[in-house]
């Protein structure tokens, strides 16, 4: 088992799988959804749109790479109405991300990670006046992105569902193939 491999199962991943990023498409179809701001991020924090750029800005970010390692964090819930266990779950992903990035800047430095979920580090974002506190802590919205979150995970051969009173959050570690076959093997 390589290094990120190992990484990825002690930090607590669900499952991992990877996409060529070629393959990857983008939409401001999903961007759209964004913009509509369920999520109540949209344009009050640097790891969430308008902030990270537009949809083809996001897409040259990515496509300086090759390869994105897509993984998730499954946590069960006590019931589909399980709102703190959904909270609890996300916040579970959120440090796992973290720990994710972490251990890959001890072998490298040069990918890009991308997370569901707008970031929450600060009690208050600085966006837009100010430049971001934890900018390398900081993961942008595959959403955000425009990625359709459900088809990168099918591409990757891993679950978006994964059985009743379970949530899953996604990410994807976009690299060189070169840093991969480092890391991988």
């Known amino acids: 088992m ?3 491999q190992q990484i990825l199962n002690d930090s607590g991943v669900f499952q991992y799988g990877l996409v060529d990023v070629s393959d990857i498409k983008f939409s401001q179809e999903v961007r759209g959804m964004c913009e509509v701001n369920t999520c109540q991020k949209y344009n009050k924090t640097w790891a969430c749109p308008p902030a990270i750029g537009t949809v083809d ?3 040259e970010r990515v ?3 090759d390869t994105m390692v897509v993984f998730s964090v499954k946590s069960d819930l006590e019931d589909s109405f399980d709102y703190e266990g959904m909270v609890a779950g996300g916040e579970k992903f959120k ?4 720990d994710v990035d972490r251990a890959i800047r001890r072998h490298a430095d040069d990918f890009l990670l991308l997370a569901n979920e707008g970031c929450d580090k600060c009690k208050e974002c600085t966006y837009p006046d100010a430049p971001c506190r934890f900018p390398e802590q900081t993961h942008g919205s595959l959403e955000g992105y425009g990625i359709f979150v459900s088809e990168l995970a099918k591409q990757a051969g891993i679950n978006y569902i994964n059985g ?3 949530v899953t959050y996604f990410a994807g570690i976009a690299c060189s193939s070169d840093m991969l076959s480092k890391l991988w093997d």
Do not use: D, H, M
């Open 2 to 4: 390589g290094v990120l």
């Open 57 to 59: 800005e996001c897409r």
């Open 63 to 65: 496509q300086q790479y």
């Open 95 to 98: 440090q796992v991300c973290l």
């Open 164 to 166: 009743a009173n379970t």
